[in-house]
């Protein structure tokens, strides 16, 4: 009786929600917070979805049986390919020095038997990603290279709120056009970056906003239906909380609640799609822990462990205040006792302590409009012999005998300087701005590099703009003025004379081409796209000057 009793609640639930749906209190709305031109995925699509972390078929197969839901007039879709070779996914990510902290041993050994999907948070803090969010999308990557879905979760609502993790004062709170506007941005990058590799029969990326479950549920609702199962205790605890509590300015109700907001995505996401993995930063520990904590109470699980009890350990034996019991998933649709996982990976670190991806101008961004691929290529070029083999392990896709090598050859004699250094540049910037960046970078490094003969183009010359010292003169001051005039002005040379001097000595420039002529004249055809003009005193000095505006 028991068990049928069980079978009819499973089967009458979808029907009772709808009722209670239709009978809701509706809270109040803000307007702004509504995405009607987004919506999230109907009911049949995740089901579809769903389906994948239980059968372990392909996101082929699922996407093909989704667009037949949401399209059946179309054609059908040709047989599904096979799904690709599950691999180990936690021991992957161990040995490229990815793995910080795991709450559940049993990961690895899930990942090789069925395809999971493991997602992982992006806010839109601003309209590009930077090197830190890289290593989120790698390991989702890494996922989708080990045959499992990886999941981008845009911080729509959450990004609303703010993390006060690792923050010593609130964000600032941004308007609601910004946010929208660093959601396409973010949007766009995730889309591209996570594509797999044509032929390569790897799942397709599944990009989810946060904001279509929470953008029109109300107040009331949350308190009963999400904030009834937390517990104060358990949300002090967490260490950033804690530490912002202790600091002068202290802690909004807001950004309080964020973690309960993030811990929501995970069950709503385990319910709908059958998300069950989560990961992130180190310093996302706490709020993951938070996730699987209200997973267990609003899903069912293991009994909660006594009160007074020490955490469970992760897998370095670090905890956060907070027992990582996992879901078992009873109302899931995705099948009772399928085990829930957090996992995050360390921050991206130099030798000595500080964080890399920070350079003078700012954050490393990956959006090429906000970050030239050369500038892009240029910053990892320069990376220390200390950390090039660590970085190559974390931020590419190369084979690790490869990077063992390449450590190798660096101990020997006949090593060539910076070899490690621009196998690193390639690679990422390889994968960030796709090979058309890559070659743009590689053409603007040659452009600089002492005594190149490069071809310039306009693009070339505003990709090193920020690499070269640059000077603008009104167009009559250039077109048709002498180069040694133009070069005193700009404060390339102290006088006409050195100029002249250097000139005779082979050692002067315009665009990448030698000048022999002492008394030579800047003319039309000198200028780049009209506007623009490089000019080398020596190896080294180079200056592009521009024409003022």
Request: one cysteine or more; glycine letters at 10%; proline letters at 6%.
């Amino acid at each position: 009786m028991a068990s049928s009793s069980l079978s009819w609640s499973r089967l009458a639930r979808p029907a009772l929600k709808e009722c209670s749906r239709a009978f809701r209190l509706p809270g109040r709305q803000l307007p702004a917070l509504s995405r009607p031109l987004v919506a999230e995925p109907s009911s049949a699509s995740r089901q579809a979805w769903r389906g994948l972390s239980s059968s372990g078929s392909s996101l082929r197969a699922a996407a093909a049986a989704v667009t037949d839901v949401e399209q059946p007039e179309a054609a059908a879709a040709p047989p599904p390919a096979a799904a690709p070779q599950l691999r180990d996914v936690v021991e992957v990510l161990r040995s490229r020095g990815l793995l910080q902290d795991v709450t559940s041993p049993q990961l690895g050994p899930a990942s090789t038997q069925e395809q999971l999907l493991a997602y992982c948070g992006f806010d839109p803090t601003a309209e590009s990603l930077h090197l830190g969010n890289l290593l989120g999308i790698i390991v989702l990557a890494w996922f989708q290279r080990c045959g499992h879905v990886p999941v981008a979760l845009l911080g729509g609502a959450t990004g609303r709120v703010g993390d006060p993790s690792g923050k010593s004062a609130e964000r600032p709170v941004l308007s609601e056009e910004l946010i929208e506007r660093n959601v396409r941005g973010i949007e766009r990058t995730l889309h591209t970056l996570l594509q797999p590799p044509p032929g390569s029969n790897l799942p397709e990326p599944l990009v989810l906003n946060n904001l279509d479950w929470f953008g029109g549920m109300g107040l009331l609702t949350f308190l009963r239906e999400i904030g009834k199962y937390a517990r104060v205790g358990t949300m002090l605890a967490k260490e950033s909380v804690r530490k912002r509590m202790e600091s002068e300015t202290g802690i909004s109700y807001t950004e309080f609640t964020y973690q309960l907001l993030q811990g929501y995505d995970f069950v709503h996401m385990r319910r709908e799609y059958g998300v069950r993995v989560q990961v992130g930063g180190s310093d996302q520990w706490g709020n993951i822990l938070a996730g699987t904590d209200l997973m267990r109470r609003m899903m069912g699980g293991p009994e909660e462990a006594p009160e007074g009890a020490p955490a469970e350990a992760s897998s370095n034996g670090s905890s956060d205040g907070a027992v990582p019991a996992a879901a078992d998933g009873s109302e899931s649709g995705s099948g009772a006792g399928e085990q829930a996982y957090g996992l995050t990976f360390p921050l991206l670190l130099k030798a000595d302590g500080t964080k890399f991806g920070k350079s003078e101008s700012g954050a490393l961004w990956l959006n090429g409009d906000m970050l030239s691929p050369y500038q892009f290529y240029q910053f990892l070029f320069k990376t220390a012999d200390a950390d090039v083999i660590k970085f190559l392990r974390m931020l590419t896709f190369l084979p690790l005998e490869e990077i063992d090598a390449l450590d190798a050859a660096m101990q020997s004699p006949g090593y060539v300087a910076n070899t490690a250094q621009r196998r690193l540049a390639e690679e990422v910037t390889r994968f960030v701005h796709g090979e058309e960046g890559l070659q743009q970078a590689i053409k603007a490094t040659e452009a600089l590099a002492p005594g190149a003969a490069t071809k310039l183009d306009a693009d070339l010359l505003e990709a090193i703009a920020g690499d070269a010292p640059s000077a603008a003169l009104p167009r009559d001051q250039l077109v048709g003025a002498g180069l040694a005039d133009v070069m005193v002005a700009v404060g390339m040379q102290p006088s006409k004379a050195a100029v002249r001097r250097m000139i005779k000595g082979g050692g002067v420039c315009v665009n990448n081409e030698k000048v022999d002529d002492e008394l030579a004249v800047l003319q039309e055809s000198d200028l780049i796209d009209g506007r623009l003009v490089l000019i080398a005193a020596g190896k080294k000095n180079k200056m592009l000057v521009r024409v003022a505006a």
